[in-house]
């Protein structure tokens, strides 16, 4: 039993380590060799491994977290002389289990002023973890998250899709993530284990897309100096993404039938075929329905690729993922570049919502890099913002209103109606509403047109 | 015989899943014959594999690894030797002359399982 007087009045020696015993953050310090010099109890369950183990041993083997290689946070602490904050990270214990925490750092200095090393705190977010999992288990398919109904849809059943050997074209416009979709499609499905190859066939030319696809024998044109083989046969057994099937010309369109239909292809400057055995993944930004009835696609083709159709909605559609998507991108990008962006604030949020995303997706994700390059730390603001989204008239970021999402609203409505020449049916369809709630909200919105 | 290992400057990296340099060697009379660096997405554990599949190597030497790539790499018939720390090139030397793993590149938890052969 702790006598209580022991942990009254100014903290001694002995208070201190009975405090640090007690707290559920596992806490460690360490010298300027990085070995440890202290190792808590917490520390102790949480990382699997005993404080006689971990004392005396760099911190990296022991605490063994996705940041020791390139984000060391207590190197950055111990470097800059600042501490940070609630990082997110995990570690791996000695059961080979990922355990999710958040550290924070700070030095570690004596009541002379003078630094001895450094202090790591971190949390345990297991179960934090578990329950946000759980909730975010409906809109999050392998790298791609969505909250937006028409995606859940592909949600459902994308399972189903991914089983079977279906050849599946994706619609959607430039920056929608059709090749996430496909790389989801192929990962979830039993050819997973095998090569997913992509090729993008609107960038390259007829000769050089058939020698990609389909690789060439020696000798069959000037420099083929040995075999080279094609993405089919690269890919065996896995998938293939043709990526902007609907840029390809007639004549390459007739190869790639055949190959559909026949299961077999011959390499360019060979004599025999070679059989296939991939699934097909085709994407396209354009229509090819439409395509198919101004000749520019071949009907048998069409048929051919269009067993399962995905269409994935432009972000201007779903932009209630706009908020998860920004989550998303400053994990990683915090990650990559080793920064600790902790989010956006509020005017930046009602910028984002108010703009429209011709380039989709990949236009946010670039907008978040670029406010990645001008945020150091802390949370990205309207002066990390490219100067298209913050010179645009009436935005939340110039024009400050009591309530952001209210003005985020009226700013997508009337863009989509400016967009559309304000015809509110095609604003509908733009916006990816039915027309009665468009009238709904111009009405509740208090829209002038 | 060939073995790679996932390296953070001459150090074995401490974590596997957070690394991207191979260091490949090849072993031959108890010495490195030839080594050679190249770099792989440890979130692409199967490309992992093609990669250690097309230089021809047989043991994967690494950090801490999570359950996951650690039993696909298995599945695949490469040994792997895990949780080992310390400077690469001194641990290839000493694994080439002994194949083991010395006391001072075993990680605190450091077992006979993370000797894994398939």
Request: net charge neutral; proline share 4%.
């Amino acid at each position: 039993m702790i006598d209580p007087k022991k942990i009254s009045g100014p903290l001694t020696q002995e208070t201190t380590q009975i405090i640090l015993e007690c707290i559920s953050d596992g806490v460690f310090t360490i010298d300027y060799n990085w070995e440890i010099t202290s190792f808590n109890r917490a520390a102790e369950e949480i990382t699997g491994i005993s404080r006689k183990e971990a004392i005396g041993r760099h911190c990296w083997e022991v605490f063994r977290s996705n940041m020791c290689e390139a984000q060391c946070a207590l190197k950055k602490t111990m470097e800059e002389g600042k501490p940070y904050v609630s990082t997110s990270a995990y570690i791996i214990d000695s059961s080979q289990k990922k355990i999710p925490i958040s550290v924070s750092t700070s030095l570690l200095i004596d009541k002379h002023g003078e630094v001895l090393g450094g202090v790591e705190i971190f949390r345990d977010h297991s179960l934090v973890e578990a329950l946000r999992k759980q909730l975010s288990a409906s809109f999050h398919v392998e790298d791609i998250v969505s909250n937006s109904t028409a995606m859940k849809k592909i949600f459902t059943i994308l399972p189903q899709i991914s089983q079977s050997d279906a050849t599946v074209l994706i619609e959607g416009e430039t920056g929608t993530g059709k090749e996430l979709m496909a790389r989801a499609i192929h990962n979830m499905g039993p050819r997973k284990d095998r090569p997913f190859m992509a090729i993008n066939c609107g960038a390259l030319p007829d000769t050089l897309l058939e020698s990609e696809l389909f690789g060439y024998k020696k000798g069959a044109f000037t420099h083929a100096v040995k075999d080279k083989p094609g993405k089919f046969a690269l890919a065996r057994g896995g998938t293939v993404f043709l990526d902007e099937i609907g840029d390809t010309s007639p004549a390459f369109q007739v190869s790639l039938l055949r190959v559909l239909q026949e299961h077999e292809y011959t390499p360019l400057g060979g004599v025999e075929k070679e059989d296939t055995d991939v699934r097909i993944i085709a994407a396209t930004n354009r229509d090819l329905s439409e395509l198919m009835e101004t000749d520019q696609f071949r009907q048998d083709l069409y048929y051919r690729v269009n067993v399962v159709k995905l269409f994935l909605p432009p972000l201007r559609q779903r932009m209630e993922d706009v908020p998860l998507l920004v989550e998303r991108f400053i994990s990683k990008l915090n990650l990559r570049q080793g920064k600790f962006i902790q989010g956006i604030d509020h005017a930046v949020l009602a910028s984002l919502m108010s703009h429209s995303f011709p380039g989709n997706i990949r236009e946010l994700e670039n907008i978040i890099e670029h406010a990645f390059v001008l945020c150091q730390e802390g949370i990205i603001s309207c002066d990390h913002l490219p100067g298209f989204l913050v010179q645009k008239k009436q935005t939340p970021c110039q024009a400050p209103v009591d309530d952001p999402v209210k003005a985020a609203q009226i700013n997508l409505i009337s863009d989509a109606l400016a967009r559309n020449n304000y015809n509110r049916n095609a604003a509908a369809k733009d916006l990816g509403i039915h027309k009665s709630t468009l009238f709904r909200r111009i009405k509740k919105l208090g829209i002038k047109l | 015989m060939k073995l790679a290992v996932t390296v953070w400057g001459n150090r074995i990296s401490p974590v596997f899943d957070a690394a991207s340099t191979l260091l490949v060697a090849e072993i031959s009379d108890k010495k490195i014959s030839r080594h050679y660096y190249t770099d792989f997405d440890p979130e692409a554990p199967m490309d992992l594999i093609h990669t250690l599949k097309k230089h021809h190597v047989n043991i994967l030497v690494c950090g801490a690894i999570s359950k996951t790539p650690a039993s696909l790499i298995l599945d695949q018939h490469i040994h792997l030797i895990s949780f080992v720390t310390g400077n690469a090139r001194q641990f290839l030397d000493s694994f080439a002359l002994a194949r083991t793993v010395e006391k001072k590149n075993r990680m605190p938890g450091f077992n006979q399982s993370c000797m894994n052969v398939y």
